[in-house]
């Protein structure tokens, strides 16, 4: 590790005293000018041209760039670990898909419910051929508006009924929905504070629900809400009060 880290410091700084004494001669200057100008040593210009420069502080390197009109940047890259922006919604969607797995349906993440225009996509949407049945799962993180969320959700749910005429022509289709919600302690106190509204948007059964998408069960009719475990492994029913 220790001589890897010489190694890039030393590619670093004959790369950077390289890059300093370009620009010093495009601007015609000598070594002296260019430490007048950066406040420093003519000595320390010439170590730092030749990568030497290990020793200077930031303050000197910031100085120089100043000096040359150019932008001094130290930054590290980007961590190869971060996790995404929306990884907690991909976990969601990665549980749903990974129950759904055995049932035989036909999984489709960020399916476009309007291809013809922007309008929106399915988080997650299974497609059961044998009963000719669409079901939309939305899956929730965090939920920052409700109306426009449940809004957003029958409109789906609409184009999603019109895309069913084209996938079952000459059968009977049915389309349902649920939502998939993180059971965060922030989740569970805001459906707990507003419980009449969710109660209300989400009157199919949440055990129902639940055993539709953990057991490959015929999900409900009617829209339904179930919680998943914080860390995304477990789908389970939401206690009405």
């Known amino acids: 590790m220790l001589s890897e880290a010489a190694r ?22 000598t070594q002296a000018e260019l430490a ?53 919604h991909l976990a969601i969607q990665e549980l749903v898909l990974r129950l759904s797995r055995a049932s035989g349906r036909r999984r489709m993440v960020e399916m476009p419910t309007r291809p013809s225009s ?15 049945t669409l079901v939309l799962v939305e899956c929730w993180n965090t939920i920052g508006d409700i109306g426009a969320a449940a809004r957003s959700f029958d ?6 009924d019109a895309l069913a005429l084209g996938m079952f022509p000459d059968r009977d289709h049915r389309v349902c929905g649920c939502w998939v919600v993180r059971a965060s302690r ?4 805001l459906v707990a504070r507003y419980a009449e509204v969710f109660a209300a948007r989400f009157p199919a059964s ?6 539709g998408l953990a ?24 206690r009405r009060r």
């Open 118 to 132: 922007w309008g929106g996509s399915a988080d997650v949407c299974l497609r059961d051929d044998a009963s000719a």
């Open 36 to 88: 007048r100008r950066a406040a420093t040593s003519q000595a320390t210009i010439s170590e730092l041209e030749r990568g030497r420069g290990g020793s200077m502080s930031l303050a000197t390197w910031h100085r120089l760039a100043v000096a040359l009109d150019v932008q001094f940047l130290a930054r590290l890259s980007r961590d190869p670990h971060e996790q995404p922006v929306d990884a907690g």
């Open 186 to 189: 922030r989740n569970r106190e």
């Open 206 to 211: 949440s055990a129902g629900w639940a055993r």
């Open 8 to 29: 890039r410091e030393r590619a670093q700084l004959a790369d950077l005293g390289g890059q300093v004494r370009e620009i010093r001669t495009r601007r015609r200057w």
């Open 155 to 160: 409109r789906k749910l609409v184009d999603l």
């Open 215 to 238: 057991e490959a069960a015929e999900p409900p009719t009617g829209p339904g809400l179930v919680w998943c475990d914080v860390a995304a492994t477990r789908v389970f029913a939401w």
